[in-house]
């Protein structure tokens, strides 16, 4: 009787073991894939033999994703990846009964306008696909590609089809040597098969628009995705994720590591990332002039402690709600007749826990806000009503770099400058109740708050494995003692 109970405990623990969390792969998986002689044809379709080989699948090999979001574990996806000296192709082929693509006609994030990037992007809560992609090899001991909360080195993208089939991207982070690309620099093709209930997304990006600087044998870079097959998010989740990086809250630096391979020539190449030559043409920068550096175009404010992005340039008031400026100095700014690339102050303002309203402005009038903790806010502080700044390497019209040393000059030097200014800007930290989530628009399926303890991370993982392993023991070894204790008796 002792010897079946000793074996019944052991086969309990085994089995107790064998069911906890497989942590070890969801975390920088290393992945070889293959070169291709022949480019797969971007329709939409994946035939057999187009991409060689399926790189995973989610109900196949199950221990490499993250199944916390997927409530009804219906998420069924196939994914795979080649390159070749132009480019990288990646396919996922999502196996559902039905599709369900986000609205263009509902206002998401209530800024009065709809069907626009910023409703859009709302994409996550629907059925779509999300990858986030950096330019070097990932190791989730180092904080290198994750910079900040919601935003970092790398690439990251959302695909969504439309219900009018449209396939729609959008870019929600962009890696740092490729600030100045956009979507129409790399290439998506999405198409829902009713009768084979398949959505299928293809996606073809040149190394060129990549922000990857060398491509051959060898080279590595990081991959993260997350696939979603649900009707609304807020009702029932249907998502999942390869490698544990995306969904409870961005960490690149713990995605997969792709290494490419195949190619029979072992040499590397160096790849020039898309760019535009900065010229200055006749502007001539005056030796007085102040340098002040912009971190983005278009993007919102990061949230507190966030690094990320401290200044913005707002081509828009559309979009204002979303940019996180309740807190921040915002500088209205009007071009100058005549003067090409230059800009004349014509209000500043420290906002206090409110969006501004800026009723003075016209379209090809621009807004840069500045955060308490920018680098930037000492001169921009400084800046009074009518003074001259100019732009260079910025696509103002598109809301986009156009070199990735662009800089804004103040056309005197502030510091020089020991008059009062038009703004005082205190740099105590603001409220954080104050502050708007900095991916108001992006790919933010967080995981909420009364969700968190179903998605251990890092070293919670391995707390949970060593309290369940002990615990199975001393129970093992209880149940032991007392049937020895019994049998004396």
């Excluded at 369900?100 to 910023?118: E, M, Q």
């Excluded at 490419?260 to 160096?270: N, R, W």
């Excluded at 915002?330 to 102050?345: A, H, R, Y």
């Excluded at 014509?346 to 807004?367: C, L, N, V, W």
Aim: some cysteine.
């Amino acid at each position: 009787m002792k010897k079946i109970i000793s074996f019944a405990i052991i086969a309990i623990m085994i089995n107790a073991i064998m069911a906890l969390p497989a942590s070890a792969v969801t975390e920088n998986a290393q992945v070889e894939i293959s070169y291709v002689d022949s480019a797969p044809s971007l329709d939409g379709v994946v035939q057999p033999g187009e991409y060689k080989m399926v790189i995973n699948s989610s109900k196949v090999d199950t221990d490499e994703f993250i199944f916390a979001l997927d409530e009804d574990k219906s998420v069924d996806s196939d994914f795979y990846m080649v390159w070749d000296d132009e480019s990288l192709y990646m396919a996922w082929v999502v196996r559902a009964d039905e599709h369900f693509p986000v609205a263009t006609d509902v206002d998401y994030n209530n800024d009065g306008v709809t069907g626009d990037a910023a409703d859009l992007g709302h994409m996550w809560k629907y059925s779509c696909v999300q990858f986030m992609l950096c330019t070097g090899a990932p190791n989730k001991d180092e904080a290198k590609y994750q910079t900040g909360q919601w935003s970092g080195d790398y690439l990251e993208v959302g695909l969504s089809i439309l219900a009018n089939s449209e396939s729609y991207k959008v870019a929600w982070s962009k890696p740092l040597s490729g600030q100045n690309l956009t979507t129409d620099d790399w290439d998506f093709v999405g198409k829902r098969d009713e009768e084979k209930k398949t959505t299928t997304y293809e996606v073809r990006i040149d190394w060129n628009k990549s922000g990857i600087t060398q491509v051959g044998n060898g080279v590595q870079f990081g991959l993260t995705y997350a696939v979603s097959d649900q009707e609304n998010y807020d009702n029932e989740k249907s998502m999942l994720e390869w490698q544990d990086a995306i969904l409870d809250g961005k960490k690149m630096d713990a995605g997969a590591v792709i290494t490419l391979k195949g190619k029979s020539d072992d040499s590397k190449t160096d790849i020039s990332q898309k760019t535009d030559v900065l010229t200055p043409g006749n502007f001539e920068v005056p030796d007085d002039a102040t340098e002040i550096e912009i971190d983005a175009i278009r993007a919102a404010i990061a949230p507190k402690n966030d690094p990320a992005i401290l200044s913005t340039i707002i081509v828009e008031t559309e979009t204002i709600s979303s940019k996180n400026v309740k807190d921040t100095l915002n500088i209205l700014l009007k071009p100058v007749d005549g003067e090409e690339d230059t800009f004349e102050i014509a209000s500043s303002e420290q906002a206090s826990g409110t969006i501004p309203t800026f009723d003075d402005f016209e379209d090809g009038d621009i807004i840069i806000a500045f955060d308490a903790t920018s680098t930037s806010l000492e001169n921009a502080s400084k800046l009074a009503v009518g003074d001259k700044l100019v732009f260079k390497g910025f696509d103002l019209a598109e809301g986009e770099y156009a070199n990735s040393d662009a800089l804004v000059y103040v056309l005197r030097d502030l510091a020089a400058d020991v008059s009062d200014t038009s703004s005082e800007v205190s740099n105590e930290s603001s409220n954080e109740d104050s502050k708007e989530d900095s991916k108001d628009t992006s790919s933010k399926p967080e995981v909420k708050e009364d969700s968190s303890e179903d998605v251990p991370n890092g070293d919670n993982k391995t707390l949970w494995i060593i309290i369940v392993v002990v615990a199975v023991l001393v129970i093992g070894a209880a149940v032991y003692f007392l049937v020895i204790k019994k049998k004396k008796q």
